[in-house]
């Protein structure tokens, strides 16, 4: 091996040096581009993160896809620093994304769908919704964020969810948060006993003396049916959306005291149960 070293020519040695040091300054070059580029995306999303004039529901997805069109630029200048030809990236991406699209069909149409929602807006980050959800159960919770993938919830209970975007374009989704009024329907049980007709009086002026019930539509209270011995009463108001809950639980909350001063008692369920003993023959 020592003899077959020494009849190597000086020049030969020379130009491998020369090779080895070009392509290092190539790689070193291509890696500091690496950095550079990753650097960039890194500060592009922590920008875009910090946007507040940018909208809520798209910030998520322009602060992505800046960054990863930053990240992909610097991998094509990378590889063409060490003398790969931006035309065979070209092709090599071409095919690559093919063969993965074909693979991931599904996680494609996550994409496509979460396009179609960031157009369409059928909800905005703060919305309360119900969706379908994966198996074709609903998921509820509030919009935190829509990404390319899937879109963040968080439940009533306070658990993150992330529901694929797939799965709730393809279902009906209900907005709760959309509209500006909403109507609340509360069923009240009375005593076929009593006066009904003075607890619905005594209950249409709870609902009237009430600030957060909206004149018009005006409240309704009215019998719904006769279930045994009691008469279902529903209170029907309007209010904004925003004290919904808090107008229901109050009104739940004085509606027995209301019938008690209208001297409307508890409803108690009776039944009349008659047994019939056929005569044996003789």
Same mark, same amino acid.
């Given at each position: 091996?020592?003899?077959?070293?020494?009849?190597?020519?000086?020049?030969?040695?020379?130009?491998?040096?020369?090779?080895? +040091?070009?392509?290092?300054?190539?790689? !070193? @070059?291509? *890696? #500091? &581009?690496?950095?550079?580029?990753?650097?960039?995306?890194?500060? /592009?999303?922590?920008?875009?993160?910090?946007?507040?004039?940018?909208?809520?529901?798209?910030?998520?997805?322009?602060?992505?896809?800046?960054?990863?069109?930053?990240?992909?630029?610097?991998?094509?200048?990378?590889?063409?620093?060490?003398?790969?030809?931006?035309? +065979?990236?070209?092709?090599?991406?071409? !095919? @690559?994304? *093919? #063969? &993965?699209?074909?693979?991931?069909?599904?996680?494609?149409?996550? /994409?496509?769908?979460?396009?179609?929602?960031?157009?369409?807006?059928?909800?905005?980050?703060?919305?309360?919704?119900?969706?379908?959800?994966?198996?074709?159960?609903?998921?509820?919770?509030?919009?935190?964020?829509?990404?390319?993938?899937?879109?963040?919830?968080?439940?009533?209970?306070?658990?993150?969810?992330?529901?694929?975007?797939?799965?709730?374009?393809?279902?009906?989704?209900?907005?709760?948060?959309?509209?500006?009024?909403?109507?609340?329907?509360?069923?009240?049980?009375?005593?076929?006993?009593?006066?009904?007709?003075?607890?619905?009086?005594?209950?249409?002026?709870?609902?009237?003396?009430?600030?957060?019930?909206?004149?018009?539509?005006?409240?309704?209270?009215?019998?719904?049916?006769?279930?045994?011995?009691?008469?279902?009463?529903?209170?029907?108001?309007?209010?904004?959306?925003?004290?919904?809950?808090?107008?229901?639980?109050?009104?739940?909350?004085?509606?027995?005291?209301?019938?008690?001063?209208?001297?409307?008692?508890?409803?108690?369920?009776?039944?009349?149960?008659?047994?019939?003993?056929?005569?044996?023959?003789?």
């Amino acid at each position: 091996m020592e003899y077959l070293l020494n009849q190597v020519h000086p020049s030969n040695w020379s130009f491998l040096w020369d090779a080895l +040091s070009a392509f290092g300054l190539r790689l !070193a @070059a291509a *890696l #500091a &581009i690496l950095w550079i580029g990753w650097w960039i995306a890194r500060r /592009i999303g922590r920008w875009f993160s910090g946007q507040t004039g940018i909208d809520a529901t798209l910030r998520p997805i322009a602060r992505d896809s800046a960054a990863w069109g930053v990240r992909i630029v610097a991998l094509i200048g990378a590889l063409s620093q060490i003398g790969i030809q931006t035309a +065979s990236i070209v092709a090599v991406l071409g !095919a @690559a994304g *093919l #063969a &993965i699209g074909l693979a991931l069909q599904g996680t494609l149409q996550n /994409i496509a769908a979460g396009i179609m929602l960031l157009l369409l807006r059928p909800f905005k980050v703060g919305d309360f919704i119900d969706g379908g959800g994966a198996g074709g159960g609903n998921v509820a919770g509030t919009v935190e964020e829509i990404n390319l993938f899937t879109t963040r919830l968080t439940k009533p209970d306070g658990i993150c969810e992330y529901v694929p975007n797939s799965a709730l374009w393809s279902n009906s989704i209900r907005n709760f948060s959309r509209n500006r009024t909403r109507r609340l329907d509360l069923e009240v049980e009375v005593s076929v006993r009593d006066d009904v007709s003075r607890a619905i009086d005594a209950l249409r002026a709870l609902a009237d003396a009430d600030p957060r019930v909206l004149p018009t539509p005006a409240p309704q209270v009215m019998v719904m049916r006769f279930d045994d011995s009691t008469a279902v009463l529903n209170i029907r108001v309007w209010s904004n959306t925003d004290v919904f809950w808090d107008l229901r639980w109050d009104l739940s909350r004085k509606v027995r005291q209301t019938l008690n001063d209208a001297q409307c008692s508890l409803p108690l369920r009776t039944r009349e149960l008659h047994i019939v003993q056929a005569q044996q023959t003789q």
